[in-house]
């Protein structure tokens, strides 16, 4: 119950498109879901965040879409481009166990000139 | 420059030989945590502290230590590695749990023959 999943394991897209990664989550008790970016050799940096009050958050390029009773939420990146190719981690926490993070398995995101 | 700083950020040992991995922040941060990656899994918390002398497991503690001595630093020990360790690890600080953003240190990647 305290699983992220998510989807696709890996991910090419051409540069101008879309991106779309997915999360899907058990415990409806999270109640905070962070994107974080990760360049090769560098560590994870938080990217944008979502709490489940709202359906959807954009941050420039980058938007959280978050379904509640589907218990899903995804990072859309419009207008692709190479300087996003990156490894991309979704991750749930909730007060109920101290707001650890609960991370997906994350998304290899290449974006191809 | 707000940082978290690890090192060594490459280390090749054998078998059983005692290791510790340094971390350090300069942002007064009271929770830090040490993750590892591993392909195909994600980040896996190993452990993590609220606060100075507070320390607690995450989930996946087993072979490793760590202390919390002073606030800035979070060593994580390897009394006895093994290959399974093999791995990239990474700490993290930030001001509290809740919502707060996490900041990771550029990684440490552990060989153990």
């Known amino acids: 119950q305290q699983q992220v999943k998510q989807s696709p394991q890996s991910l090419i897209v051409q540069k101008g498109g879309i991106s779309i990664i997915n999360c899907a989550y058990e415990n409806t008790a999270f109640d905070y879901f962070p994107w974080y970016q990760q360049f090769p050799g560098k560590g994870p940096a938080l990217l944008i965040a979502i709490r489940p009050d709202v359906s959807e958050k954009k941050e420039g390029r980058f938007t959280i879409s978050f379904n509640k009773s589907a218990k899903q939420f995804s990072l859309h990146i419009m207008d692709s481009q190479p300087g996003d190719s990156a490894t991309y981690f979704c991750?749930?926490?909730?007060?109920?166990?101290?707001?650890?993070?609960?991370w997906g398995a994350g998304t290899k995101l290449i974006i191809k000139p | 420059e707000a940082q978290v700083t690890q090192n060594p950020r490459y280390l090749i040992t054998v078998t059983g030989k005692k290791l510790t991995v340094t971390c350090s922040q300069n942002?007064?941060?009271?929770?830090m945590s040490w993750y590892r990656q591993d392909p195909g899994l994600g980040l896996r918390q190993i452990y993590y502290?609220?606060?100075?002398?507070?320390?607690d497991k995450g989930d996946v503690p087993e072979g490793y230590k760590v202390s919390r001595k002073e606030k800035r630093n979070f060593p994580l020990i390897l009394e006895s590695p093994s290959p399974n360790q093999t791995s990239l690890y990474f700490c993290a600080s930030s001001l509290g749990t809740g919502t707060d953003t996490q900041y990771f240190g550029p990684g440490t990647r552990l060989t153990v023959l």
């Open positions: 942002m007064n941060h009271e929770y």
């Open positions: 502290s609220m606060n100075v002398e507070v320390t």
């Open positions: 991750a749930a926490s909730c007060m109920d166990s101290n707001y650890q993070l609960i």
